[in-house]
């Protein structure tokens, strides 16, 4: 989609003030007043514009659009089917999820429907196709939302009902055409578990099967299949009368969905972002945390995304919900520009008066109106989006390094039993992440499909789970001159969760050979020492034998003392990497410091940043590089000469002081 | 009820033992050694009494009754609802309760019927009329026990079936009138949870609607009404034969039944205390809880209540189980007498050999008879009863101080989502109460309903929801020269959780407006000055702007340094404080012995305790003063003159040395 | 059974490989290479052998036992009820478990039949019978394995269908023969709880009854009666055609059922033994542990087992699963044998490639051949069997001291609702097994029912309830010149957790009364002095007075200073000790060193032995002495002399060097 200016607003809920006209009116004199151009409509309205079955009421919602749309401000619109009407839900009781435990919802919350029910599918295809004959040509509308946070309902968001029992059947027999295979891609003879009827086969569940880890694999392959094709069943219907583009809000490392499949069937990646800020002093891992995701919602389609919703001041899930700090909404609606937002949007607009929400920041209250710090700070950030924006939109992240999430080996790794069942695949990857985060060097976050060859450096950390071809693809990459970084436990197993017998699947590209895998307990940690220095290790510890690669460094102690923990291998044009244990933050640090350094992938500010700082860089005929300083104090960065600063146009250089959460945005001068 | 003694036994279970006749006689003899005076009687008896359906066995407990009165010693009559027999659940299933979870309960455990069931109702009416017709006029009985501890049956105490959805839809409908006001007042536009048919409406559970704090507040109400209902039931039944009073025993801060509710319908008030003694060396916060739960129970009425069950020596249920320590029994029973209880009886007065209860502690165990430190306890505690006896009956506490606790704005409170999940409203409540309880000051505690002009000084912390009209009678209560205590998080919501938008409620009387509030994490936590001392703080702290207040004291940290955080606001005659964060206890015991001072509220013998002691006193023609030293310690206190030991009726003055544990009551001399 | 080598080897599951006839030819070689001369065939083979009902193959079995018993390797045949095929399940639903919460399971796991279900057994009859007709006579079969790891379905193994509940009835109908002995004999009375109907009675679940603790303890019996029967019934289904022995496999401290019943339906016991080594760097706890159940299994017959499980390298069900150390491997399969075992068998030969256990260690892993650590440690201990074999195979640990440990006293003691909630019997047995173990004494571990006139220590810790008859054999055995070390609530209720009323039932014997037992919290914690030194204690603390016993150690603290804490009452030829207290470890191994000197029970090498080291003693002609080392750490033992190396031969004498975990076996010289 091609937007004219940075998008800033968020999501606005009229229906809940349709009997006090005054609101309304506020609601758009404030908006302008906080250079809001854009806002969310629709997004749990099903009851307002269908109220009994079959009974349409678009005309509030048109109007309301109307008088948006005169006062300069776009809609995104959003098909209602986020949560859905009591007379829907009463009279068609199918159309609700059936738990883990077999039990069907009751009616209530949100996302609470099967995406596999006919029915859901028929009242989904006339609501949404009444929406978009009635408005989806609308001047003011810009974008279609599908839905909200799919499969959000407190749950995991699968359904284990009659019907998608069915259709997962038929999914697996689409997958594997006979029972023979199946049983051998699943391992079946292993506890007896021989299918001998298509019809013995069940989703996953606890009083059940759920030890097979082909199933439950293929289980979740099928879930995020299934959602998918709900989601394009959806954008299809919108389709027979709008030709808008399309998005569904993404969530915060959801395991249940596949996100790099889901985002296929949509025009422009969205996401909502709702950091813990202020969990403690120490803002970093949060920072990280989210800078992974902005990072991964702009990797999946390589081009800038939607910051779908934020909160300008608190969240109200947590056990305790600090409110933003002052200046922390400017850094952190910045964050997201850094890493490839074209919009800064929020949940919500005006705080509602009941119910499970009605606590969660939104820019206004129900105490006060303008008259509020958090009303000043959305106000500010809108005046810069607004200033800085056109220098924006034509620019976007293109880093040269790319660190592999995937979300099958997300689910196997942590699936399989054993060596360890603490295995946090987010967490390694982060630690990975922050290496880079920390040196300011941009990375993108891809998934084991995508073309190994944009990239000079990819890091694949924990990569148990090999997809088909993928260590042919790794092969060629390193072949042709790429740098490629992996670790223990990875070319593990194959896509349904068969351990690969034989040598490591890139056994020529590491030089490897794997022995043993030690997980050793806290009073058996272990180092190693690396340019002379002594780095901490635990959690997991391979024992390998160099056949072929070089040593780079040894463990220091337990038996397995002297046996290799970090290699290097030539091969090719290029070089493979080994880490064999769980390293330490610092040790990553510098190991992808000099990593990059060879590959000329460095920040363009200063080779070292000070803690809690980081730079990004959006790239276009102009440079627009984010300065970051996540800590609660002033801190000097040397930059060297020729900037400006893109906000002012003023000439900086030398050293350049930031103020607590500052994000300064400088160009070559 | 009229009481010619302080009660002193407890409840008797001679159904389990009547195959051993020489037991029965035995109780008798160790009875009056303990001077023992009125057992309860029936409370698990139906099996025994109704052992096949229509068949009544009440010979036995007619006996028994006149044996014991014989011997002087009087029965509280329990109507026996608290268990059903296994007959009746196995012919009519229906009796049995629902849980959250849509199963009906299997038979066992005690409290396990459904109040709203038709068919509970007639089988309980003809036994209740049963009981009374043949025993409700015996001249021993002196009280209706019904049921027990209504509720407590491992659960919540609330039933899901459809005859209870069913009741909970008509009292509704009573309620709101129409869908319309219904939907309004729940705010149910948000997530599109219109209801546009009474039959949509659930109750709150985990697989259905539970967000929804309106529908779950209005739960909770119907919860209390209807069990309320049925206990109305139970007395209307005994009352066709039996003009005796009426009371239930109430437990320990039971969260699930509104007992300011159910209260009305009994005649008095009695309650089951089991405070955890022991569990550290510092006895206060154990002293303090039940000191708080014995003033609620004497509040409800304004009248003495009745401690009903207490232990002799342990209890069984917690994971680890003291036993008393030498004097704490007769102080623990004293400190009911000191909040206004007329009576100290036991749960039990002999073990039973089997089942859960078999390690309860009673006055007789296994093993011995009298030959028992628990035995010798006791029989002190009705020694000391039955001499100070007319007294005390006398008298009544009747403080000038009232604290604010409210049933329904616990249930909202800690229903609502943010700013923190974690509010332990009993726990705020604690700290004020604590505050009184150090300065020896009595203190009623109250709901919103109760008439406050009968007080000159009343807190009121954490008080998120107003009831209808409550600002107005407070606003009523300063103007006319009452002083006003409240806290952060007050006046939030109203009667159906919906936020009160605009200005704060009490606004003029509290001279402030609120903005934001945070909830800082640990690492946050900010301290205020007062009196040149500082004080921590944390939790929750808001942001709010004195508009008429004079600041007292004002935050030390974070963004909000220097904002308001103690204020005081003249207002008519009367003066309100805000306490704009969460304060730690010293400083409220520093706050509030300085409010008692200025409305010249202080306890009669010292103006500083020494920690761990305190004062309670009865009001009469000569005031009785309980001064309880609840250390393991000897204490020394000044007393000033012209005292007299109400026991031994001889002079004290001076100083006073409290041995360990020890309750001394004084008169003027 | 007689064997004529020690075995070596383990489970076995080549229907996993059935299509891959290089892997099986390499598994013979391989186990050639290792020692290997005995597998476990079938385990999970149901689904191959009866791939459609009454569909047999048989063939693919036949031959790989013809091609082992070729190369000298025997074979141990499994049934296959450890998992049951999905035709089965989906056939015949009802063979399939209930849960506590009244859901029928679905297929999938392990053991998750039921075994009442008649259609269960008709199925179980014709697989085991033609399992028996087939190979139960093939020279290469030793024993029968009978299904696998009894009730270890990851729940607690019962199932609550309508036919269990049925057979449960009818057993208890068996057991009080009239609903008014079961009522008495489970006191209920209490609650309202008298049956008055055979079929009012359901096991206990958690929405029903499971307070009533007579009703559990009888539940609990049942599942054990139920799991024999069942275990009889394939016994007697293999008879038909075969006259080998059975074994079935036991677990660690399996609490579901009591191995004393079902161990009394086999020929030979065996377990699966997966001790957590490497937990921590102090591998004592563990050792003990493993120790403890070594010598149970031994004790249950009085005759030498088989070790039929346990790891050559790692599990992997742990949240951490180390790797064993080198010499580990050897230190534990020797602990086996130095306590009885006359076997050292794995799970399994070869890793799967899928499913569950993947990634449990095996001697074969999926990357590598016999080229690893855990291939030569399992080549070692081979070779170490095959040379000592004939020497430990004519002997056995025949100790003169034993420990209770009981499984009904086991579920009634942590069952009780007081005087704690976490009550670990478990963990206070091992405290006094621990003891034993430290002194390098051999100790038995039998249950109530053993006699005790073939020992002359005997301790009982924690023995709460007493089996009929029990006190009058334990008179007898002090009676005539026994040692008896009982404690704190003992003795407290009989087989249907009924108490004792009056004295206790061992009154004269111990010479002591009991008046109170406090459970103090931490800050409360005790102490005794003993021979000049204090020694903590804690968690109960019985208050009882001496009325005949000789003191020999009192409280130091608390109301409870000076009462008796340790007492010594000499009763006819013997002598009975009290420990009133919860005491500390190092109180145990100095009073029950003092125990064994009386008794002349010591090791026979040293009277200290280092920490970590400990000494067993397989008694025969030639007493085999095991000297085992559980330090990662050199030590020095003095042994004195006349000692010569059983695998050697070499004499040794004086000071002897272990090295890290070592096993040594000496012999007289």
Redesign the interface.
């Known amino acids: 989609m091609e937007l004219k200016n940075m998008l800033h607003g968020g999501d606005y ?1 009229p ?2 003030w349709l009997d006090c006209p005054e609101i309304l009116k506020e609601d758009i004199e404030l908006m302008k007043k906080a250079h809001v151009n854009c806002v969310t409509l629709g997004v ?5 514009l269908e ?2 079955e079959g009974v349409f009421h678009f005309g509030w919602l048109k109007e309301i659009i109307d008088n948006l749309y005169e006062n300069g401000i776009s809609t995104i619109l959003a098909t ?1 089917t ?6 829907m ?2 009279k068609y009781p199918e159309i609700m999820q059936v ?1 883990a ?3 069907r ?6 996302h609470n429907f099967c995406y596999t029910s006919a029915k859901m599918r028929e009242k989904t295809r006339i609501i949404d196709k009444k929406l978009a004959e009635e408005l989806g040509n609308h001047p003011a509308v810009v974008l279609w939302h599908i839905s909200n946070e799919l499969g959000g309902n407190f749950g995991d968001g699968s359904c284990h009902c009659d019907e998608c029992n069915a259709a997962f059947r038929r999914w697996l027999k689409d997958k594997y055409g006979s029972l023979k295979e199946l049983n051998k891609a ?12 298509w ?2 086969i ?1 989703s996953p ?1 606890p ?8 199933l439950n694999l293929d289980w979740r392959r099928f879930v995020t299949y299934q959602m998918t094709d709900f989601c394009q069943w959806e954008i299809g219907s919108v389709r027979e009368y709008s030709e808008l583009p399309a998005t569904t809000n993404f969530m915060f490392f959801f395991k249940s969905l596949d996100y790099y499949e889901l985002h296929k069937c949509m025009d422009v990646v969205s996401w909502d972002s709702y950091p813990f800020w ?4 120490d803002e970093v891992p949060v920072a990280v945390k989210t800078a992974a995701v902005h990072s991964m919602m702009r990797s999946m389609k390589k081009k800038p995304f939607l910051l779908m919703e934020s909160t300008p ?11 933003k ?2 200046q922390m909404h400017m850094l952190s609606s910045m964050q997201a520009v850094a890493h490839g937002s074209d919009s800064v949007q929020y949940f919500q607009w005006r ?10 920041g939104a820019v206004l209250d ?3 109106k303008d008259n ?3 009303f000043r700070d959305v106000t500010e950030v809108g005046k810069r989006l607004k200033e800085i924006g056109q220098k924006v939109l034509v620019t976007c992240n293109k880093p040269k390094a790319a660190i592999v999430f995937d979300w099958e080996n997300w689910w196997a790794v942590e699936d ?7 295995i946090d695949y987010v967490k390694t990857f982060l630690t990975h992440f922050r290496a880079f985060w920390e040196a300011g060097m941009d990375v993108d976050v891809i998934n084991m499909d995508y073309d190994l060859a944009d990239y000079e450096l990819i890091a694949a950390p924990l990569n148990y789970l090999y997809k088909e071809g993928y260590a042919k693809r790794v092969e060629e990459f390193v072949r042709n001159g790429g740098s490629y970084v992996t670790t223990y436990w990875s070319g593990i197993v194959n896509e ?9 699947p890139l056994k020529e590209v590491l030089g490897i ?9 806290e ?2 940690a272990n180092c190693i020492v690396y340019h002379n220095n002594s780095y901490s290790m635990g ?1 997991l510890c391979e024992i390998v034998h160099a056949e072929g690669a070089k040593v780079l460094s040894v463990y220091e102690k ?2 397995y003392k002297g046996y290799p923990a970090v290699t290097r291998n030539d091969f090719g044009q290029g070089t493979a990497y080994y880490l064999a244990a769980e390293t330490s933050q610092d040790f990553l640090n510098l190991f992808y410091r000099e990593r990059g350094k060879e590959r000329g992938i460095v920040n363009p500010l200063s080779e070292m940043l000070p803690y809690g700082v980081t730079v990004s860089v959006r790239k276009g005929e102009q440079d627009l590089v984010f300065l970051q300083n996540f800590n609660d104090d002033k801190v000097t960065v040397e930059i060297g000469n020729q900037w400006k600063d893109a906000d002012t146009g003023e000439g900086v250089e030398g050293k350049i002081e930031l103020v607590p959460f500052e994000c300064r945005i400088l160009m070559k001068a």
């Open positions: 809920n229906e809940q749990f309205s099903w009851a307002v109220p009994e209602p986020g949560a859905m009407p009591h007379w839900t009463a738990g435990d077999g039990r919802n009751l009616p209530g919350k949100r699943w391992w079946t003879t292993f506890w007896s578990h021989i299918y001998t009827d019809e013995q069940h569940v009083n059940g099967e759920n030890l097979l880890h082909g202020h969990k403690s002093k001041s608190c969240i109200n899930w947590r056990v305790s919900n600090p409110v700090r002052p705080k509602g008066r009941g119910s499970f929400e009605k606590f969660h129900h105490r006060n509020t710090r958090t399989a039993t054993g060596p360890r069942l603490d349904t969760d068969l351990c690969f017998t034989g040598e490591h050979r794997q022995e043993e895998i030690d997980a050793p307990g009073e058996f959690g337990e038996y």
